[in-house]
């Protein structure tokens, strides 16, 4: 079994998360193919995601499209109601998907529920996936941090920022 989590930048433009879901399609069907070629039969992929809007929702379904499994990560139980509302029927739908939800035990969607979301994808898997234009985070437990706490653990980390990928 091969455990990938993804982090990324919210609020990207169409045309980025365009780019961005290719990106994302590539790395989970590369993925696919190295544990085909190590063990033939059906690749077992699991990624961990806390369903935001953006990458976070793209890579969910890029490995639901492949046959692999979702584990969700629900950073606080007011987690969905801080997600923008045309956000709301995809996580839904990618949270009933889920084969696992580890719901975890804080009230507010803030920063640092956000934060310890991150920390616990990245205890449930074995790399990293991120969306990420390489500078620093905005704001505390932002894509950087959340990299950079991949790399201090010493988990394989993959930066995904495509050719005309642009972030307001």
Known sequence: MTSVAITGHRGLPAGTLALVDRALRLEVALRVE??????PGPADLVGVSCFAD????LFAQAILDIGGRLVAVVPARRYRASLPEFHHGVYDRLLTEADRVIELDREESDPRAHHAGSLRMLDESEELLAVWDGLP???YGGTADVVATAR???MPVTVLW???AVRP
């Open 34 to 39: 190295a544990a085909l070629r190590v063990r």
């Open 54 to 57: 953006g990458p976070d929702s």
């Open 137 to 139: 985070a905005r704001g």
């Open 152 to 154: 201090e653990r010493g």
């Open 162 to 164: 495509p050719d005309g």
